[in-house]
Nanobody, 126 residues
């Protein structure tokens, strides 16, 4: 069974940067066809998609983070990253990584993903 273990996050002032990591605990997932992503949930709000990347390296970002966040992956290390620059107070949320084995479809949709990380808090102060 694949598990996702997150690290990174923390507190930073507005304009600062953070990097989140998401490691697959075992390497038995389908390396050929998958979709991985980052989601976030602020207090009192629904979980929303931040960025996704598929097995071909195609990415998709929420408009609110375009130009500031970058999703990347290290296949050799079975790790997904989210580099967050120019952080804003409205980026404050619990961040989650997610994985779904998919051949074609890779949407920023919460219900699409079946495997989730434990979450990590990101707090941006003004």
């Amino acid at each position: 069974q694949v598990q996702l273990v997150q690290s990174g996050g923390g507190s930073v002032q507005a304009g600062g940067s953070l990097r989140l990591s998401c490691a697959l605990s075992i390497s038995s997932h389908n390396h050929n066809f998958y979709c991985m992503g980052w989601f976030r949930q602020a207090p009192g709000k629904e979980r929303e998609g931040v960025a996704v990347v598929d097995s071909d390296g195609r990415t998709n970002y929420a408009d609110s983070v375009k130009g500031r966040f970058t999703v990347s992956q290290d296949s050799a290390k079975n790790t997904l990253y989210l580099q967050m620059n120019s952080l804003k107070p409205e980026d404050t949320a619990m961040y989650y990584c997610a994985l779904e084995e998919s051949g074609v479809y890779c949407p920023r949709v919460v219900g699409f993903f079946s495997v989730w990380g434990q979450g990590t808090q990101v707090t941006v102060s003004s």
